[in-house]
């Protein structure tokens, strides 16, 4: 925000007076009218008078600097104080000019655009040798924007759509990054060893028309780049991201409680198809923290995001919630409820109709009679039920023990509570799936049992189809299941973990093109996306013979979790078909030290395959490097 504050308002309005006279007449007065004063400095930019020129503009700012002051506001402004000391001369040593240095922010222009952009690249690459040596949490980097564009200026600051465009780019950028405008790409792309991504038109607050973006490629900017993950770009409808709620209770006991309150609404809003919803587990990936909105926006890819709070103390609750723009900061709607814990069903109506509302999003036929089906009217069963549904979704097997309690406990109060019988069929499908349960075969049939009980009391509860949907799988009636999950997805769009069963459906079911399209949309509405995704992506990419893809994709896997027995088996699989026998034979010996006791013939068996042959291809590459096939 400092940036836009550095570029100026430029409104239509004609005021009289030179520039700088008008910023002395604005200066005395509080933020609101000396900013709506400042605009009035467009009359400078239609006075033929003011001086022009041509110069390359490069903007610049710390991610998550508001976050680093929160944690830390001393060690943040001395850090930042050592950066500048290092990079702001640099700019001098590329013939460039410091026009600002307002809070975290750095405003320079350069009468070249290639020394504008070897500057920017010079600057990432100091702040990524200076990050090596800082622990992570203390780490700054700099989000970069190059435009090329005809300033206005008069005797001490700089205006035009040419600044305020530079520091959109910026806005664009990752953290370590650096974004350039069309124009600068074709002053560069010939003169400069870089390779770019064409991010492609970009629509921008304050820019009447789109801009067309290109990021210079991580490799090149150092290690404080984002190697991995491209900017996300907007999606074509209103996006938003529903973080954890605050506890603010001051009884960490009532934690879930909050979190409860923020997945239900992330649950209602999925039910939209006008609206694109974050899943929860890449929104709660902020709890806790001191967030950059502008960060969460540019990381999950959306438009705005929803905080809040909730206290609940004794018989009363109080819920807030605000709704901000991510790209401006801007806050678009913020409310209160304070109300009978009775009422608490009645207050998640409302905050998730005002979020409609702020939002403009259109209701289809059908989805308001759908927002406003309540799960339960009892307090207490619904407090079992979110301290139950929390433990069921951590999927381990004493979680699920103290999950089946609390469910239970839940039922017996409500017995018609559809999602508490939903989520209980779910625990007994996950300990069929992991070997916990002691007559596997009967968990399962428990597992079915419940989830169509669930289907027959709420046939329009999204989560009761999930559920069926994934226990007729390993029920290998593939058909049912497929038609199960599409019935969720009909009545929740936005279901993250409705497209991750359906794609897991889809290779089993022999589609693995289908698998990895439908995978890709679910990666996009759960951007921090668990690990175990990568491992459905290189299966279906092993089943279509793309070895190097999958091999890539297993390594990603293997990173962020290096005991997966089963990515190595299916890397020594992929590694046979390459040729490459010692890595297959180095892959299957780091299997077997993490399970002694596994076997391939037992996941050929459990798998639900619908056609056996799609094992076939991975029992293949085993053989191939000369590996046990059972």
Not at 426 to 449: C, H, I, K, M
Request: charged share 25%.
């Amino acid at each position: 925000m400092e940036l836009i504050r550095m570029a100026g308002r430029l409104l239509p309005t004609r005021p009289s007076g030179e520039p700088a006279e008008l910023r002395r007449r604005c200066a005395s007065l509080n933020r609101r009218k000396r900013n709506r004063c400042l605009s009035q400095m467009s009359d400078a930019i239609a006075n033929p008078k003011v001086a022009r020129r041509l110069a390359a503009i490069l903007a610049a700012d710390i991610a998550g600097y508001s976050a680093l002051m929160g944690a830390n506001e001393e060690a943040t402004v001395g850090d930042l104080k050592a950066h500048q000391m290092v990079v702001l001369p640099m700019i001098g040593e590329y013939g460039g000019r410091v026009i600002d240095t307002a809070g975290d922010g750095i405003l320079a222009e350069f009468g070249s655009v290639v020394n504008a952009v070897e500057c920017a690249l010079a600057i990432q690459k100091t702040m990524a040798e200076r990050n090596t040596n800082i622990q992570p949490s203390r780490r700054m980097q700099f989000r970069m924007g190059i435009n090329l564009g005809d300033l206005i200026h008069d005797d001490a600051r700089v205006y035009g759509d040419g600044v305020n465009i530079a520091a959109r780019l910026e806005a664009i950028a990752e953290p370590g990054g650096i974004c350039i405008s069309a124009v600068v790409y074709d002053q560069v792309r010939k003169k400069l060893p870089l390779t770019f991504t064409d991010l492609g038109a970009q629509s921008v607050k304050n820019i009447a028309d789109p801009i067309r973006v290109y990021r210079i490629d991580a490799a090149q900017l150092g290690a404080s780049a984002s190697p991995l993950k491209p900017a996300l770009t907007l999606p074509d409808k209103p996006s938003v991201a529903v973080l954890a709620f605050n506890n603010m209770s001051g009884e960490p006991e009532q934690e879930y409680f909050s979190d409860g309150i923020s997945e239900d609404v992330i649950t209602d809003l999925s039910k939209l198809s006008g609206l694109h919803v974050i899943a929860r587990n890449s929104s709660f990936t902020y709890k806790g923290k001191a967030v950059d909105v502008k960060q969460v926006g540019r990381e999950l890819g959306v438009r705005y995001v929803l905080e809040g709070s909730v206290r609940k103390s004794g018989n009363r609750v109080r819920v807030t919630g605000q709704l901000i723009d991510a790209t401006s900061g801007a806050h678009i709607w913020a409310e209160r409820f304070d109300r009978d814990l009775t009422d608490i069903f009645a207050v998640q109506d409302e905050l998730t109709q005002q979020i409609i509302s702020a939002l403009k999003v259109r209701l289809a036929p059908g989805q308001q009679g759908q927002l406003a089906r309540k799960k339960t009217s009892n307090v207490e069963a619904y407090g079992l039920f979110l301290r139950g549904r929390e433990r069921a979704l951590l999927m381990t097997k004493s979680n699920g023990i103290e999950a089946r309690s609390l469910l239970g406990r839940a039922i017996e109060i409500d017995p018609d509570f559809a999602a508490a019988h939903a989520y209980l069929a779910f625990t007994r499908v996950t300990d069929y799936v992991n070997g916990w349960a002691e007559v596997p075969e009967q968990s399962l049939e428990t597992a079915l049992d419940i989830a169509r009980r669930a289907v027959a009391m709420d046939e329009e509860d999204p989560y009761a189809h999930f559920v069926f949907a994934i226990a007729l799988l390993w029920n290998r009636e593939h058909d049912r299941a497929l038609a199960e999950i599409q019935r969720c997805l009909t009545l929740a769009p936005g279901s993250a973990e409705g497209f991750l069963a359906k794609s897991n459906i889809q290779y089993y079911m022999g589609d693995a093109t289908g698998a990895i399209d439908t995978l890709n949309t679910y990666m996009r509405l759960d951007p921090f996306y668990p690990e175990v995704a990568l491992y459905f992506l290189a299966q279906a990419q092993e089943a279509l013979g793309q070895f190097e893809a999958a091999v890539t994709t297993l390594k990603h896997r293997l990173e962020r979790n290096p005991n997966s027995a089963t990515s190595y088996a299916l890397l020594a699989a992929c590694y046979g078909h390459l040729g490459m026998i010692t890595e297959s034979r180095a892959a299957w010996a780091e299997l077997k030290k993490i399970d002694p006791d596994f076997s391939i013939d037992w996941r050929h068996r459990i798998l639900p395959l619908k056609d056996a042959k799609i094992f076939d291809r991975r029992l293949e590459g085993m053989r191939k490097a000369g590996l046990p096939e059972r």
